[in-house]
């Protein structure tokens, strides 16, 4: 989802090689250092991961290989090439037990095995190379994979009524916009060694989310707010994970967008809007989300 938004946000301005998992296997240490060294990139933007939170729990070993040790690989690889390396990671490095956003240098305590996975692959990286740029992200929707936004609306369509927790709070991001922060990463090559949070603005919970995509949507199926208990997962998820941007914001000058307008943008180029912009009596989105939403 991320590298399809990637290749086409970044093409024709920069000349893209795009890889994929058959053509390089980042967990082969020698296939990763050949392609570099054969390449000579100038930037490496790694969005390979083992995303499957739950999955990671019965295969720690996998993930620990995918998303820890083999970042320390392309590390490696981009050091001896003298490569930039720009690393995606994510909200799953903390606990949820902060009161408030958290902040780029909070103590990070991952609750599940993904989380733990994906610790290492920082670790890995600060360890190995000092040319790298890590963008911790969170709650990810956009074209071309699995997303929560077309979770809901398949689910939607086969159930009048949805279950939805209430108590996990954080900020949804539409790949095209954290693809324009990458991109100015890309164009600013003196930044280095750094760790930042980017996701949309604002604040919600899953049942908060859901309830705006089926309002956009037009669909009346009622969504229900439950506690995590309900729904017991095998990977314990944090309760707030919600990520300061006040780094990124300072140093890009980036103007980030709510959460609530990216998704509006999504689903108005996907055709599953209800009521189109300027259409007779439509309401401002952003005024409307405010008013009803509270959104902090």
């Not at 009524?161 to 790949?175: M, N, R």
């Not at 049942?207 to 990977?235: C, N, Q, W």
């Not at 944090?238 to 959460?259: E, F, G, Y």
Request: hydrophobic share 35%.
């Amino acid at each position: 989802m991320l590298a399809t938004a990637l290749e086409s946000g970044l093409s024709p301005d920069f000349p893209v090689t795009a890889l994929t998992e058959q053509q390089l296997d980042i967990t082969d240490r020698e296939a990763v250092f050949k392609s570099v060294e054969t390449l000579q990139p100038e930037l490496i933007i790694n969005t390979a991961a083992y995303t499957a939170v739950d999955q990671c729990e019965s295969d720690e070993a996998r993930a620990m290989l995918i998303n820890g040790t083999a970042v320390g690989y392309l590390a490696r690889a981009a050091q001896k090439t003298g490569s930039r390396l720009i690393h995606i990671s994510t909200d799953y490095v903390f606990d949820g037990e902060k009161e408030g956003p958290y902040r780029e240098e909070d103590k990070t305590n991952p609750l599940s095995a993904y989380g733990r996975s994906k610790l290492l692959g920082e670790q890995e990286l600060m360890n190995s190379c000092d040319t790298y740029v890590i963008l911790r992200t969170q709650w990810l929707f956009g074209e071309n994979g699995k997303n929560f936004v077309d979770t809901i609306l398949q689910l939607a369509q086969q159930n009048s009524s949805l279950k939805v927790v209430d108590d996990q709070y954080g900020s949804p991001t539409y790949t095209r916009d954290l693809v324009s922060v990458i991109r100015w990463f890309a164009e600013h090559p003196d930044v280095r060694g750094k760790v930042f949070h980017f996701s949309n603005e604002g604040i919600v919970s899953w049942f908060g989310f859901a309830r705006e995509i089926l309002k956009l949507a037009g669909m009346t199926t009622d969504v229900i707010p439950v506690g995590s208990a309900e729904f017991p997962r095998p990977a314990r998820r944090p309760h707030n994970s919600a990520l300061d941007k006040t780094a990124v914001k300072q140093i890009t000058k980036v103007d980030i967008r709510p959460w609530y307008d990216a998704l509006y943008e999504y689903m108005e180029s996907n055709g599953r809007l209800r009521q189109r912009p300027g259409s007779s009596g439509a309401e401002p989105h952003s005024d409307r989300i405010k008013r009803e939403e509270g959104v902090v």
